[in-house]
Every structure is written in C-alpha cells, then in structure tokens.
C-alpha cells in the first residue's frame, strides 16, 4: 500500500508525477510567481483540468511534492533508525540511491535549481536532523562537534549529488553512491589510497 493508504490507481500516480515534473522543470527556468497552472499543464502535457482535479493552485503542488519527499525520507530513515556508526553509513547510501532512484527525473530537475529551492531546503533540515540523531546515537560527541560533523557529511552529500545530476552521468548512480559512502567512512586520505 501507497504511504498507509489504499494504493493509487497507476494513471493517477503518473499524471501527478507529469505535472510534479513539469513544476520542477519550470522551477528552473524561472520563479514560482510567474509559473501557470496553464504551462504547468502543458509541460506536462495534460489539460488543465486535469491539473485542476489534483491541484487549485501552483502551490498546493509544491507543498504536497515537499510533503511527499519529507515522507519517502522519512520512511527510508526508519529502516536504519537501529543502526550504528558505520552500519548507519554503509546502509544510509544504497536506501538514498534507492529512493532517488524511484524518482530521478524529478530529483534531477530540483538538483538542478540547488538549495534556493524550498522543496530542497526542506530536505536538507529533514536530513540534517537525522543525520545529526544518527551521530547521536553512534558518538559520544559535544554538541558543537556533533553540529559540525552533520553540516559537513550533509553538504558533501548534497553538493556531491548535485554534482552528479548536473553531469553527464557516466558513472552509475549506485557506483557513484557507493564511492560517497566510502569517503564519508574512510576521509579523503582512504579515498586516495585507492
């Protein structure tokens, strides 16, 4: 079942993602005041009211896009909320490629515009705050130490996968997720020893 609920009808679930897809895309090309509902429709290539039946404004599509991407996370999260220090590490790379996976279409095009997007920086206190829990729980760590640890791992994460999606992406996903894991656990000294 879809996220505790009856599942949705696979149409339904991929008109929602055309025109979730079709948000991001204009995300990028320009600001969020000046994008329609009439070119959202058409990027996506459904009528408006199509849009419509799911959506009365442009940003009902963007809070249930944020709401959906703090859920999935918060899902994945919950499968490594036992683990420990390195377990943590090793099994938190292969979840997150996983999940972006599911949906990389629409995680390249918010990549794409970078932190300033809501929908990301949402993602990124989600994130820092279970990184942050998780170093808790694996290092006795002071609290300055545990923050800084955190924004570190977080903003290696995020640039490094941004990196990555704005590329030609010669390098596969997992290849590339397993190669962060290793530095994450091992530092750049152990990634060069390589």
């Known amino acids: 079942m879809e996220k505790g609920e009856r ?11 055309a025109i979730r897809n079709a ?7 320009k600001d969020k005041e000046k994008i329609s509902i009439k070119e959202i429709a058409e990027r996506a290539d459904v009528d408006r009211k199509t849009v419509y039946n799911y959506y009365s404004k442009v940003d009902d599509i963007l809070v249930e896009l944020e709401n959906d991407w703090v ?19 090793a099994h938190f790379f292969p979840a997150l490629t996983e999940l972006i996976a599911d949906d990389i279409e629409l995680y390249t095009q918010l990549m794409r515009m970078g932190s300033q997007s809501r ?13 942050r829990t998780a170093f808790a729980r694996s290092y006795e760590l002071e609290s300055e130490k545990l923050n800084v640890a955190a924004e570190f791992v977080l903003a290696g994460l995020f640039w490094s996968y941004r990196a990555w999606f704005n590329s030609e992406r010669k390098k596969p996903l ?8 290793e530095l994450v656990m091992g530092g750049l000294t152990a990634y060069f020893a390589e």
């Open 71 to 89: 859920e999935d996370f918060d899902e994945f999260t919950k499968r490594l909320e036992n683990d420990r220090g390195a377990e943590y590490i």
């Open 119 to 131: 929908v990301i920086s949402s993602l990124l206190a989600f994130l820092r705050e279970k990184i």
């Open 23 to 29: 948000l991001a895309q204009l995300l990028v090309e």
């Open 7 to 17: 599942k949705k009808d696979r149409r339904v679930v991929r008109t929602q993602r």
């Open 174 to 181: 997992q290849e590339f997720s397993q190669e962060l894991a």
